[in-house]
T-cell receptor
Framework: GQQLNQSPQSMFIQEGEDVSMNCTSS?????WLWYKQEPGEGPVLLIA?????ELTSNGRLTAQFGITRKDSFLNISASIPSDVGIYFC?????????????FGKGTLLTVNP | GAVVSQHPSRVICKSGTSVKIECRSL??????MFWYRQFPKKSLMLMAT?????????EQGVEKDKFLINHASLTLSTLTVTSAHPEDSSFYIC?????????????FGPGTRLTVL
């Protein structure tokens, strides 16, 4: 089955630093999604990517859909304390007809003020 | 738009009791909703797909008689954990996809923390 490998598993950075995390898949994806989850809350959709090579920004966040369609990265520029949380990549199950998602294991981001 | 709510946000129950969790799409109709389970510091694990007007589809290893799902309307799905035991303690999250957007974009509820004593 499909597997999403997300790295790094955790990051400890200083406020103001840039952050980069990535996700790779064992199979081709047609959509990449990036979510952020804060403690005790459900995940919130940050960015959705639909085309290979696509580069999309949402404020200080930038995500790219890899050319091979098997990877994606998420960058956060000039991090602030409220960026703390777990970031998940996700993509649709291959061949699924009911739009199920598979998730990476998450990147735990800690920002020191 | 695309707001999903869950109720309750937290529940503590005794072993052997049943607990019902509600998931509502507040500003759109959802023919399909999804139920996930999440353990501390772990990723989301899909439990089942809830289909309006028909039976839910369960993922491998998820007991359908243990986790009863009812999707009686286009805005409400319920998950009932029957005869709950301490190992059922977890964070349960639902999601739904608005029909007007990309069906792969799922919007999540705030989650329900279940603690079974």
């Amino acid at each position: 089955g499909q597997q999403l490998n997300q790295s790094p598993q955790s990051m400890f950075i200083q406020e103001g630093e840039d952050v980069s995390m990535n996700c790779t898949s064992s199979s081709i994806f047609n959509t990449w999604l990036w979510y952020k989850q804060e403690p005790g809350e459900g995940p919130v959709l940050l960015i959705a990517l639909y085309k290979a090579g696509e580069l999309t920004s949402n404020g200080r966040l930038t995500a790219q859909f890899g050319i091979t369609r098997k990877d994606s990265f998420l960058n956060i520029s000039a991090s602030i304390p409220s960026d703390v949380g777990i970031y998940f990549c996700a993509g649709p199950y291959s061949g699924g007809s009911n739009y199920k998602l598979t998730f990476g294991k998450g990147t735990l981001l800690t920002v020191n003020p | 738009g695309a707001v999903v709510s869950q109720h309750p946000s937290r529940v503590i129950c005794k072993s052997g009791t049943s607990v019902k969790i509600e998931c509502r799409s507040l500003d759109f109709q959802a023919t399909t909703m999804f139920w996930y389970r999440q353990f501390p510091k772990k990723s989301l694990m899909l439990m089942a797909t809830s289909n309006e007007g028909s039976k839910a589809t369960y993922e491998q290893g998820v007991e359908k008689d243990k986790f009863l799902i009812n999707h009686a309307s286009l805005t409400l799905s319920t998950l009932t954990v029957t005869s709950a035991h301490p190992e059922d303690s977890s964070f349960y999250i639902c999601s739904a996809s608005p029909p007007a957007g990309d069906y792969n974009e799922q919007f999540f509820g705030p989650g329900t923390r279940l603690t079974v004593l």
